[in-house]
């Protein structure tokens, strides 16, 4: 097959690195792969593993024409048999653009919290979690359950005095990692509690806190980060920003934070997890929860309110953990094998590969009429959204701050 596999971003992220390992993954199995993205730190990590990347332009609205007639071109250049596409504007581009014009198949993953309900009910969908594909299976009986993917040959255990030794810190101090999106939709609530709880613990132990990523929170997390430091004395929390690769801080943790794929990323290195969610939700990687990450995914919602929402949760956890170096041995094995029984790359891209194969198999030419629909409810959404965003602010991740299956604007009706 010829593939064109389209990310939404190459910032670093959950949904654009399952989108670069699966393409690696398929270029492996024989076939031929183009990465098409807008410019950004995996773009690296594409042109490093031997896939060949071709820039998208930079969108001022979606589904953007000017996106649509270069992925045209990259598709018509490629001859390509199907086009990937990551979250929702990926995806309509490739519907609009490649599908509607030159017959191309497209599909579409979501790893967001939440399916735009502007997709036509028709495209063929993967989404990441088995809560998420409960909520949607009714209405889209073509969507497949697709989780988050670990390449555990690339992501594995190494050297952890090394890794630390990398960014400065003694073997001696005890480090947690948080490798993250720095959003305020979904993330920021944890990272901040993540901050203030090291900062508090750092007055009895020798601990850091590294975290590892960028966006548009970076000014609120950078600022609360130099208020624990300044309150400490030391450089007690660092704030990295985004990396290509973000495997020497994952490599350096002796407890990981996270959420998503980097949850399960940090467990391929080895190390105990503390997952995050959102109101409050802290809750430890260990044989007695893997039942529920297994069934609603590396992520929860729990009660807590208030300004500094959850941080006895997360105290609680994980302090014993940073006192007790067997329990972090235990987990961090317990870790390495769940996610490289259940989450590795090769099974994905077996699924993936037949996911494809149906999909062109079942393509058939549709009337130019069956796009109008999805295609104004999606450039309705944009403007409104926009409009917002002008009178008083919206989210950036706009499906990744809601429950699974609920969606800004109601029931799919793009059919």
């Known amino acids: 097959m010829r593939i064109v596999v389209y990310p939404h971003s190459m910032e670093l992220g959950g949904s654009q690195s399952n989108a670069v390992d699966l393409a690696g993954a398929m270029r492996d199995r024989g076939h031929e792969v183009v990465v098409f993205s807008p410019p950004g730190v995996l773009v690296d990590r594409v042109t490093g593993s031997g896939l060949r990347h071709v820039s998208a332009p930079r969108p001022r609205f979606r589904p953007s024409p000017a996106v649509m007639n270069r992925l045209c071109d990259v598709v018509a250049d490629l001859d390509a048999d199907i086009v990937h596409g990551f979250e929702w504007p990926p995806a309509l581009e490739a519907v609009f653009g490649p599908e509607r014009r030159l017959g191309v198949p497209a599909v579409c993953t979501v790893m967001s919290m939440s399916v735009a309900p502007f997709l036509p009910t028709w495209l063929p969908l993967t989404v990441g979690t088995r809560q998420i594909l409960r909520s949607v299976i009714a209405e889209r009986p073509g969507t497949i359950l697709l989780e988050p ?180 041995v235990e987990l961090g094995a317990f870790a390495r094998t769940t996610v490289h029984a259940h989450y590795g790359l090769t099974g994905a891209a077996e699924k993936l590969e037949r996911f494809y194969a149906e999909t062109i198999l079942a393509a058939v030419s549709d009337p130019p009429t069956r796009f109008v629909r999805p295609y104004l409810a999606a450039t309705r959404y944009d403007l409104a959204r926009k409009v917002r965003r002008r009178l008083h602010g919206v989210p950036d991740d706009d499906f990744n701050s809601l429950p699974a299956g609920q969606a800004p604007t109601g029931r799919a009706t793009s059919r």
């Open 149 to 328: 993917v670990v390449d555990t040959r690339h992501d594995r255990p190494t050297d952890r005095d090394d890794a630390k030794h990398r960014w400065g810190i003694e073997p001696a101090t005890l480090v947690v990692t948080l490798v993250t999106r720095l959003a305020a939709e979904l993330k920021l609530e944890g990272i901040l509690a993540a901050i203030n709880v090291v900062g508090d613990l750092a007055a009895r132990l020798p601990v850091t806190l590294l975290i590892a990523g960028d966006g548009p929170a970076r000014a609120d997390v950078a600022a609360a980060a130099d208020r624990v430091n300044t309150v400490a004395g030391r450089p007690v929390v660092r704030v990295i920003g985004s990396l290509a690769d973000p495997r020497p801080v994952y490599a350096a943790a002796d407890v990981a934070l996270g959420m998503g794929g980097s949850a399960l990323r940090s467990m391929a290195f080895g190390q105990p997890l503390i997952v995050q969610g959102e109101r409050g939700f802290w809750r430890l990687l260990e044989p007695a929860t893997l039942p529920e990450f297994v069934a609603n995914g590396w992520y929860g919602v729990g009660t807590a309110t208030g300004e500094r929402a959850g941080e006895d949760a997360l105290r609680n956890l994980l302090y014993p953990l940073l006192t007790d170096p067997a329990r972090r």
